[in-house]
């Protein structure tokens, strides 16, 4: 994925179909990235 990623409407298909990814966000802010789904480290993020 990171060298070919998904169209718009690909990673929504994607989605849909694997709602599990919903859960594996990848977050990346300058040069900070957290992976994964933690509420208590997204909030301090």
Same mark, same amino acid.
């Given at each position: 994925? /990171?060298? +070919? &990623? &998904?169209? #718009?409407?690909?990673?929504? *298909?994607?989605?849909?179909?694997? &709602? +599990?990814?919903? /859960? #594996? &966000?990848?977050?990346? /802010? !300058? !040069? /900070?990235?957290?992976? *994964?789904?933690?509420?208590?480290?997204?909030? !301090?993020?």
């Amino acid at each position: 994925m /990171k060298d +070919n &990623p &998904p169209s #718009r409407e690909e990673a929504i *298909g994607l989605m849909a179909e694997f &709602p +599990n990814l919903i /859960k #594996r &966000p990848l977050l990346v /802010k !300058g !040069g /900070k990235i957290l992976f *994964g789904f933690s509420a208590d480290e997204w909030a !301090g993020f």
